[in-house]
Every structure is written in C-alpha cells, then in structure tokens.
C-alpha cells in the first residue's frame, strides 16, 4: 500500500509562528469622523531647551492639535527608533519612544485631513481620515515647510526668510507677520516645521545649516 503524506500541520502552524513580535501601529489621536478644532491648549510651538532637544508634546494639548498612539510589541527592542509619519501625503519621521508609543502637535487645516503611521520595521501602518470643522481660537496654517534628514543624532536647522524680511530660526520662532517655528530638533531625524496661516505674497528663502562641534555649516 502506497503511504501518503499530507503536511497539514505545518501549515496549520506557521501563520501563528510568524505572528509573534510583529509590530502593529495603533492611533489614538486624531479621533475619526466629524470634530470641530478648538483653539484652547493647541500650541504649535515648543519651547527650546538645550542640551538636546527633540519633539515632544505639552500633556494639556488639545486632542484635537496631536497625533499620538503606540507601536505595539516594540518594547523588546530597548531604544528610540523612527517610524514614518504621513500627514495629508506630506511625510516625515516620526520618533517612537523606547515603550512604543508616539506624539507630537500638529494644527490641521479645515476640512478633510489624513493621518498615516508606519511603523519603524516597516511592515505595519495604520491610517486615520477625519474631517475637522472651524473651532474657536485656533488659527491653520495656509503654508507649511518641513525639513526632515535621515541620520540620529545630528543637527540640522530651518531658516526661513519670508519676503518682507523677516526671518524664523531657533533663536526667533515666531514672527510678527503669522509665521513660526515649531522646534529645534537637536538629536537627529526632524522635523522642523514652519507654519504661516497667511502668507505674504512673494518669494521665501529656505535655508539649512548643519551644526558641526561648535560651528555651523550651509
């Protein structure tokens, strides 16, 4: 009699053993759906301390200027790692604390916005669609820069003049025309974030420095 074998355990098997320690995002804030913006505990800019500085978020912001969540089975990893953060197709790192978790402030544009985490080995995202009516006091942003780099502790900076001369760096963060600064990022990845809600009409000079020692560098 011809014996015959079936590998039916095996295969039962494998997807339970390829499911362990694999990371999953989780976004806690923004909340989906309809939600007015409110202005109240909604802060744009972070204070800048030295030493090192990195993105960090106020524990009173308002849930509706955050994105915050966890990377689930991180924590077996044991240090800082960047994930990627994706807001209205605009991407940047985002940095995951040693126990997983994630935030940073973030003020949205009216209507519709998109919020998308990926997680730092890549193989797990979530996305977050919302539609945000006008609040009170909370002013958007018409013109955003980013700047984002890709190496750990490093310092790059954002400068920005605008055209009726003024200019945004770390040591002047908001400006008297509706433009700021949100942070001084000094340990690495980004983002610096520069924010108007009106815009002056015209062209705006982008520059990055790199701090070197004690000297900085174009």
């Known amino acids: ?118 997680s730092p080995d890549g193989q797990s995202r979530q996305k977050m669609q919302f539609y945000s009516t006008p609040g009170t006091g909370t002013i958007r942003a018409r013109l955003r820069l980013v700047l984002s780099w890709d190496t750990d502790n490093t310092d790059l900076d954002l400068h920005v003049v605008t055209p009726d001369g003024e200019h945004a760096w770390y040591g002047n963060t908001v400006l008297k025309n509706s433009g700021a600064l949100d942070m001084d990022v000094t340990t690495g990845y980004g983002p610096e974030i520069f924010a108007m809600p009106a815009p002056v009409h015209g062209a705006i000079r982008c520059i990055s420095t790199t701090m070197v020692g004690a000297a900085k560098r174009n």
Request: aromatic residues 6%.
């Open 1 to 118: 009699m011809r014996k015959i074998f079936l590998p039916l355990l095996l295969v039962a098997l494998s997807p339970v053993a390829h499911s362990e320690g694999v990371q999953e995002v989780e976004i806690d804030a923004p909340l989906s759906g309809w939600h007015p913006a409110e202005g109240e505990d909604a802060s744009f800019s972070q204070s800048i301390n030295y030493p090192a500085s990195s993105v960090n978020m106020a524990d009173d912001q308002n849930i509706s200027a955050q994105i915050r969540g966890k990377i689930k089975n991180y924590a077996a990893a044991g240090k800082v790692q960047q994930g990627r953060l994706v807001v209205n197709g605009a991407s940047m790192p985002q940095r995951v604390e040693s126990d997983g978790s994630f935030a940073r402030p973030y003020i949205f544009t009216e209507g519709s916005n998109s919020v998308q985490v990926i």
